[in-house]
């Protein structure tokens, strides 16, 4: 009898385009982002605009959290984050004006797209009721809660978020907010000392710690996979938690996490076979972990984009990155900075206090007459000073007789 040799699944195989330009590009059928936190200082920005200037993409996938709107209400005074920021989203804008089908699905830190109410910063007492996005476009991006994809395999792949799997209070999404910032802060200062340290992030082993516990605790995957199977599905791409990996569940589904973009740049991609992996960006390498359980890395050399790789993100200025100044605009409106919430509960103040001593009021009134009373007083008395003083009279010549 003669066995046949067992199978090894491929790895993920990597293809490439030629931009216009002629340079060389990863091409992925499909790929999504996730918790990127445009707005902060610990976003990856720059880093992943060097990675989008090598992509050529068909399906872009945004889960979530890409601007952190939460963060940049609680700042002193508005900032987005600097140039490169407002360079990602040209990126992305870009994709979607080249024929990249973008979606760009909303998470916890950037829900007003949903039309959900704040508080207004100009009259505190009342709420801003934004604009529902959901099922819309803005400049070619599609925007979603959630989506399903179907790839040329035809597999089908849901997309969100992943926070509406979790059950917990919104006090620990502060505390978790409040810690992650406080590591993040601890990074940037780290990093800055040290700079052999930056492809070391204390954030990201806190968070892998925490989230160990975490995630069974709050019972997230669970809850995920009682959802795929309620809408039958076999693959699920969520963020969220900003721990990347892929886990196969007992009834043969595939739940994967993206990661995030600010300890590293982080994707999931798939390649032409319908092989899905989750991507970690370094320095000089990429190290993928795949649907198989398999982790190994490929260096830019391997890949042919060393020389490339080693220079600076490219600095775009066209229609693109003006309409990322434009989406500026309307974030600080929308998530209204610490300085104009101050300024405009000094306004109410104000206000309050004119209304305070509006010239309607009863008090104010009888002031009035008062001072009215002893004005009127003050005259007559003045008045009648003036009556007993003697007049003086002209000497007027007499007329002569003629």
């Known amino acids: 009898m003669i066995t046949q040799p067992s199978s090894t699944p491929p790895e993920f195989a990597f293809d490439y385009r030629t931009s216009e330009s002629g340079h060389k590009k990863l091409y992925f059928p499909a790929i999504s982002f996730s918790d990127i936190h445009l707005g902060t200082h610990a976003s990856r920005a720059k880093r992943l605009c060097k990675l989008m200037d090598h992509l050529a993409v068909d399906n872009m996938f945004l889960v979530g959290d890409i601007i952190d709107g939460v963060a940049i209400r609680h700042k002193n005074t508005f900032h987005f984050g600097g140039p490169w920021h407002r360079q990602v989203l040209g990126h992305i804008f870009r994709a979607a004006a080249t024929g990249t089908h973008v979606t760009y699905i909303l998470g916890n830190h950037d829900h007003v797209g949903t039309g959900k109410e704040i508080p207004h910063p100009e009259t505190p007492d009342s709420f801003m009721h934004h604009r529902k996005l959901v099922g819309k476009a803005v400049k070619g991006v599609a925007i979603a ?31 978790g907010d409040f810690l992650l910032y406080t590591m993040q802060d601890l990074d940037r200062w780290m990093q800055s000392k040290f700079p052999s340290l930056r492809e070391h992030s204390i954030a990201a082993l806190a968070k892998r710690a925490f989230k160990t516990v975490y995630l069974p605790l709050m019972k997230v995957f669970q809850n995920i996979e009682t959802r795929m199977e309620m809408d039958n599905i076999d693959k699920k791409v969520f963020g969220h938690s900003h721990v990347a990996g892929i886990k196969h569940t007992k009834s043969g589904r595939l739940i994967m996490n993206d990661g995030c973009c600010t300890e590293h740049v982080q994707f999931w991609a798939q390649d032409r076979n319908g092989t899905n992996a989750v991507m970690t960006m370094h320095a000089d390498y990429l190290k993928i972990q795949d649907e198989h359980g398999r982790e190994y890395i490929r260096t830019w050399t391997d890949l042919g984009l060393s020389d490339r790789m080693k220079e600076a ?58 001072a009215l009373a002893v004005h009127l007083e003050e005259l007559r008395k003045l008045r009648e000073s003036y009556r007993h003083v003697p007049v003086p009279r002209p000497d007027y010549p007499k007329k002569s007789p003629n």
């Open 313 to 370: 993100p490219q600095v775009h200025h066209d229609d693109h990155t003006r309409t990322a100044q434009h989406i500026e605009r309307l974030i600080y409106r929308a998530y209204p900075s610490q300085d104009r919430r101050t300024m405009a509960a000094e306004i109410k103040r104000r206000n309050q206090m004119t209304r305070d001593f509006n010239p309607r009021n009863d008090q104010l009134e009888n002031l009035e007459e008062q």
């Open 145 to 175: 809660e959630q989506v399903i994809y179907t790839n040329s395999q035809g597999d089908k792949i849901h997309f969100s978020h992943g926070h509406e799997a979790e059950s917990t209070p919104d006090i620990w999404y502060h505390v």
